[in-house]
């Protein structure tokens, strides 16, 4: 099972979604990056580390998940996951979040 990193996504206008997947995109086909797997991390490594929470949204624009901010022995995640399957397509998640320059890790897994 390949884990693939969408890389760190993050925000420029508080208030405007982004997709995760902004980082790879275009995509070649509606479905290079279906997955059964997605996880979004808050952003917390050596170059910055979130000051606010960053929430995230499904595809109609509904807040599916909040993350708090990290702590030196925490960092928040959102996952969801449909095991033996291709049924999620990343394109549909994004992220907002309280602060300009915060956001988050993000990474697939296919089967």
């Known amino acids: ?7 760190a ?3 420029v206008t508080p208030g405007t979604h982004v997709n995760i997947t902004k980082n790879v995109l275009p995509l070649t086909s509606a479905t290079q990056y279906s997955t059964q797997s ?10 910055h580390t979130n000051t606010g929470r960053v929430f995230v949204y499904d595809k109609s624009g509904t807040r599916v998940g909040t993350l708090a901010i990290p ?3 925490s960092v928040p995640s959102y996952s969801i996951t449909v095991p033996g399957t291709l049924a999620l ?3 549909d998640f994004s992220i907002d979040a ?3 320059g915060d956001g988050a890790d993000c990474s697939i897994l296919t089967p």
Do not use: C
């Open 9 to 11: 996504v993050t925000i």
């Open 89 to 91: 397509d990343p394109a």
């Open 98 to 100: 309280d602060y300009a």
């Open 1 to 7: 099972m390949p884990q693939i990193g969408l890389g």
């Open 38 to 47: 997605i996880l979004i991390q808050a952003l917390s490594n050596g170059t």
């Open 71 to 73: 702590t030196a022995t």
